[in-house]
């Protein structure tokens, strides 16, 4: 088959770590043949980094400037909607990273149009991506050990987001921006859709890090049910300070399943920095899911191809209603349904301020 031609729309921390996957590990199926950001200073380094020929500020300058089979899309959340509808009116195939929109109309309007295209759209949940975490599922499809009875997934992240991160009003906050990873493992892992969502946050470090936002908050703890019975919670901590940590354990009628550790040698107790028994803390996403982001790039291309989809528009779906129904719970301080605000009438109203 011909090389797959992409276009990498964003040129940061995960349009660099794409570029490298592709150039270095599909490089004989796919290369990125054009990098579009903003900033052409940023998206030049890149460029040449990678030996991309075409550097454009906008994905409508690289529609005119090239021609392409996909795009991967890596902007921030409130950029994903125009981007991924311009690319599918193009007829291109779309990596499109997570959270899928801003909110679930967002999202209907960018699923109708894939599907009325008959293109491929990847959402970028890399832990689908992951030997342990694919395992994991696996053993829970098998039966082996019953039921899942409760899930506890956790993401935290060292460092402060991008300040655009840091406002519900242009990322939905923490629960889009950090666990969205969590709301999808946690609706994975449990194979049953949401019922409801509550949500406690908490502001230990926002002030000492220089963050004002109205409703910022950098602690989470979110309670899940299922249709099936289940229930999950999902905890989140951005920053902190001692590493990135994601962990899922399941408890299941006949059994438990744990996935993943703080370092590659698990230490028991750590304070920041210092790990107090075991191996080093993974200091970053990108070293605790490094090959989960090639195979993802790889599972991409196979899409292109025509191979099924691993994780698509109705995973992002349901994680985008997730998100909204636990950012109502943490401004109203109740229990929400995810039926809330998936009626048609529902409009996020800590949206409706952005000047986007």
């Given at each position: 088959?011909?090389?797959?031609?992409?276009?990498?729309?964003?040129?940061?921390?995960?349009?660099?770590?794409?570029?490298?996957?592709?150039?270095?590990?599909?490089?004989?199926?796919?290369?990125?043949?054009?990098?579009?950001?903003?900033?052409?200073?940023?998206?030049?380094?890149?460029?040449?980094?990678?030996?991309?020929?075409?550097?454009?500020?906008?994905?409508?300058?690289?529609?005119?400037?090239?021609?392409?089979?996909g795009v991967v899309i890596t902007t921030p959340t409130f950029t994903h909607h125009p981007l991924a509808l311009t690319a599918i009116r193009a007829g291109l195939h779309v990596h499109l990273e997570k959270p899928m929109a801003m909110n679930l109309v967002e999202c209907a309007e960018?699923?109708?149009?894939?599907?009325?295209?008959?293109?491929?759209?990847?959402?970028?949940?890399?832990?689908?991506?992951?030997?342990?975490?694919?395992?994991?599922?696996?053993?829970?499809?098998?039966?082996?050990?019953?039921?899942?009875?409760?899930?506890?997934?956790?993401?935290?992240?060292?460092?402060?987001?991008?300040?655009?991160?840091?406002?519900?009003?242009?990322?939905?906050?923490?629960?889009?921006?950090?666990?969205?990873?969590?709301?999808?493992?946690?609706?994975?892992?449990?194979?049953?859709?949401?019922?409801?969502?509550?949500?406690?946050?908490?502001?230990?470090?926002?002030?000492?890090?220089?963050?004002?936002?109205?409703?910022?908050?950098?602690?989470?703890?979110?309670?899940?049910?299922?249709?099936?019975?289940?229930?999950?919670?999902?905890?989140?901590?951005?920053?902190?300070?001692?590493?990135?940590?994601?962990?899922?354990?399941?408890?299941?009628?006949?059994?438990?399943?744990?996935?993943?550790?703080?370092?590659?040698?698990?230490?028991?107790?750590?304070?920041?920095?210092?790990?107090?028994?075991?191996?080093?803390?993974?200091?970053?996403?990108?070293?605790?899911f490094a090959d989960a982001y090639v195979r993802e790039m790889v599972a991409f291309v196979d899409a292109m191809d025509g191979a099924p989809l691993r994780v698509g528009a109705a995973d992002g779906t349901r994680a985008v209603g997730l998100v909204l129904a636990g950012t109502l719970?943490?401004?109203?301080?109740?229990?929400?349904?995810?039926?809330?605000?998936?009626?048609?009438?529902?409009?996020?109203?800590?949206?409706?301020?952005?000047?986007?």
């Amino acid at each position: 088959m011909a090389t797959k031609r992409l276009c990498m729309v964003g040129a940061g921390r995960v349009g660099r770590l794409h570029t490298r996957s592709i150039t270095e590990h599909v490089g004989h199926r796919a290369e990125v043949t054009a990098i579009c950001d903003p900033s052409r200073e940023i998206a030049a380094e890149l460029a040449a980094d990678y030996g991309v020929g075409l550097v454009c500020a906008t994905l409508a300058e690289a529609l005119e400037r090239g021609t392409y089979d996909g795009v991967v899309i890596t902007t921030p959340t409130f950029t994903h909607h125009p981007l991924a509808l311009t690319a599918i009116r193009a007829g291109l195939h779309v990596h499109l990273e997570k959270p899928m929109a801003m909110n679930l109309v967002e999202c209907a309007e960018i699923s109708g149009a894939a599907e009325a295209a008959g293109i491929a759209l990847q959402l970028g949940f890399m832990r689908r991506f992951d030997s342990d975490f694919v395992a994991g599922a696996e053993l829970l499809r098998s039966g082996e050990i019953g039921d899942p009875m409760i899930i506890k997934s956790l993401t935290h992240g060292p460092g402060l987001p991008p300040a655009w991160a840091n406002d519900i009003r242009t990322s939905n906050g923490m629960i889009a921006e950090v666990n969205s990873h969590d709301l999808d493992t946690i609706s994975w892992y449990a194979g049953s859709e949401p019922v409801d969502i509550h949500t406690r946050v908490a502001n230990f470090k926002g002030a000492q890090r220089g963050v004002v936002t109205e409703h910022f908050y950098d602690t989470l703890v979110a309670t899940v049910t299922f249709e099936s019975g289940a229930i999950a919670t999902v905890a989140g901590v951005c920053p902190a300070d001692y590493g990135y940590d994601a962990r899922v354990e399941v408890t299941c009628t006949a059994g438990m399943v744990q996935v993943g550790h703080t370092g590659p040698g698990g230490p028991a107790s750590i304070v920041a920095g210092t790990a107090l028994r075991g191996e080093a803390v993974y200091r970053s996403w990108r070293d605790r899911f490094a090959d989960a982001y090639v195979r993802e790039m790889v599972a991409f291309v196979d899409a292109m191809d025509g191979a099924p989809l691993r994780v698509g528009a109705a995973d992002g779906t349901r994680a985008v209603g997730l998100v909204l129904a636990g950012t109502l719970s943490m401004l109203e301080g109740r229990t929400v349904t995810v039926a809330e605000v998936q009626a048609a009438g529902f409009v996020p109203a800590w949206q409706t301020r952005t000047g986007q």
